[in-house]
């Protein structure tokens, strides 16, 4: 169960910014849009951003990287920032550049992407294939990936990040796994951002990853949002129930996202799709009311008993 | 959970994957049927340097699959790729030495229980293999196609192998056997009801290999 405070929970909604929004027509009226801060700057970023695993790992295929530049397109309209990749989802770098060549990005790019790779030469390597596949000038936000040779490449981060090649550095794991080693990492110090996995079915981040990173003022990225898609398929068999409308949830997607990034300590969730539809759904999280701690506690339940 | 999730790409970038490989490489799936029925015609009407022509028309596939496959296009979405590479090349290889040069491979059809499983194999892998698919939605140009795909050219290959003269080649079975189960794994991840017939071809042909063990013991 969450560990917070409603105090917490007040504060944090009270650092929610805002941000002019401007959706064109088809979309809903502007209104500002949720944003959190980076704890260690105060930027204020967009809290639904555009994960990318499987999703835009689509070759070369025109038509499905048309359909990707759909979901991008929706996803700059209604306010989003942050798009969050790797070298390891096979051609997803190269689709997220082609569409930003194309892409009207109205709140500006947040780019993050990480590295994942043996060796510090190679990660220098890599990443440097990952900015010419994005084609941008330097990453917003550069993550070690699962943790792998985390020691070495997060040298090579902070020497960037002092450099201004980069703007922030973080770590990322997923599926509930190596939080020993990423809260090592966490206590270095030297982190601006972690990434792990967390929505309302796994919480297991509440007990020690996410009271860890609000203590180190670390910006935390939830990704997994709704599991790979297995959570929202199970929880849309089912109505949304009707309370779902006091924090502004018009569908599923938006009362899963509402969850996650109305806990304090998160920052960001990355829901990845491949239809711009229901990038259209998931980007509605960013307004309105978010759910309360007790709120919480009855989407925790309400959830559990599906 | 969706055991298409446990990969890090959809069946529809799979199957946009095989369009966009089977266009580019047209028309090597012609030039590949041909060299599969010549290696099939030479199963039956055996000439000198039989084995090593078959020997080198299977060498020539599985490093067309591992190089314009693997690691050209599939490597594209699917990061273990490149191994596979090495191991359809390591396997060519193997073909080529074992085969080719050294001559030490004679293919011949024999009306026996390995006989019989190699021929049904082979043209299971020829004909079979892609009605099975089309059944299953997956036609041209979205499909595996047999000598340019990995999965139909494995089966094809532990057809001719069952038909080998003398003794198992087990390290000639290796890496078929073992792409039997990884690409036998396809059926369940990516949907493709075809691809089950790879872990039964493993299945007989290493039921033939026992029972010709087990002769030769006795």
């Known amino acids: 169960m969450p560990l917070f405070s409603r105090r917490a929970v007040l504060a944090s909604l009270a650092g929610f910014g805002a941000v002019s929004a401007l959706p064109r027509a088809g979309h809903a009226a502007p209104q500002p849009i949720l944003t959190r801060p980076i704890p260690k700057s105060g930027e204020m970023i967009p809290a639904i951003g555009l994960g990318t695993w499987i999703v835009f790992n689509v070759g070369r295929d025109a038509a499905l990287r048309a359909q990707r530049f759909e979901v991008m397109r929706t996803f700059f309209e209604m306010g989003g920032g942050m798009i969050d990749s790797s070298p390891m989802y096979g051609s997803a770098e190269d689709v997220i550049g082609d569409g930003l060549k194309r892409a009207t990005i109205s709140g500006g790019l947040f780019s993050a992407t990480k590295v994942w790779i043996w060796g510090r030469a190679r990660g220098v390597k890599q990443m440097e294939d990952s900015r010419r596949l994005w084609g941008v000038r330097r990453f917003d936000l550069m993550q070690v990936h699962n943790m792998v040779d985390w020691e070495a490449h997060l040298e090579t981060l902070l020497a960037d990040k002092a450099a201004g090649r980069i703007r922030y550095v973080g770590v990322t794991t997923s599926h509930g796994e190596r939080h020993e080693t990423v809260i090592k990492a966490m206590e270095t110090g030297s982190l601006d951002f972690v990434q792990f996995s967390y929505n309302v079915a796994d919480r297991e981040a509440e007990r020690r990853l996410l009271p860890i990173a609000a203590e180190r003022k670390l910006a935390v990225i939830a990704n997994r949002p709704f599991r790979t898609g297995d959570l929202i398929e199970r929880v849309a068999r089912h109505p949304l129930p009707a309370w779902a409308g006091e924090i502004d949830c018009a569908n599923w997607a938006q009362f899963l996202l509402k969850f996650i990034v109305s806990h304090p300590a998160v920052t960001c969730a990355i829901p990845a799709t491949s239809r711009a539809d229901h990038a259209a759904e998931n980007m509605g999280a960013l307004r309105g009311r978010l759910p309360d701690e007790s709120f919480r506690r009855r989407m925790i339940r309400y959830v559990e008993d599906l | ?218």
């Not at chain 2, 359809?88 to 024999?110: D, M, P, S, T």
């Not at chain 2, 050219?153 to 792409?179: D, H, K, M, N, Q």
């Not at chain 2, 026992?210 to 006795?218: G, I």
Request: charged share 10%; glycine share 8%.
């Open chain 2, 1 to 218: 959970m969706s055991p298409a999730r446990l990969l890090s790409f959809s069946p529809e970038a799979f199957f946009a994957l095989f369009e966009t490989y089977n266009r580019a490489v047209w028309p090597a799936p012609v030039a590949a049927y041909a060299l599969g029925l010549a290696a099939l015609a030479l199963v039956f009407k055996p000439m000198p340097g039989a084995g090593r022509i078959v020997a080198a028309i299977l060498a020539a596939m599985w490093a067309w699959n591992g190089i314009a496959y693997h690691l050209i296009y599939f490597a594209e979405i699917n990061f273990i790729a490149p191994a596979f590479a090495a191991l359809f090349v390591l396997q060519a290889a193997l073909f080529a030495w074992a085969g080719a040069i050294r001559g030490a491979l004679v293919f011949r059809f024999r009306p026996d229980f390995a006989g019989w499983t190699g021929l049904a194999l082979a043209l299971f892998a020829l004909a079979g293999y892609p009605l099975l698919g089309e059944f299953a939605g997956h036609d041209w140009p979205r499909m595996a196609v047999f000598g340019i795909a990995p999965c139909p050219t494995t089966i094809f290959t532990l057809g001719l192998l069952s038909l080998v003269e003398g003794r198992a080649r087990l390290y000639l079975l290796a890496i078929p056997l073992l792409w039997a189960l990884i690409g036998g794994s396809a059926a369940w991840l990516l949907r493709m009801p075809e691809d089950l017939t790879l872990l039964l071809a493993a299945l007989a042909v290493g039921g033939a290999m026992w029972a010709d063990l087990r002769r030769a013991k006795t």
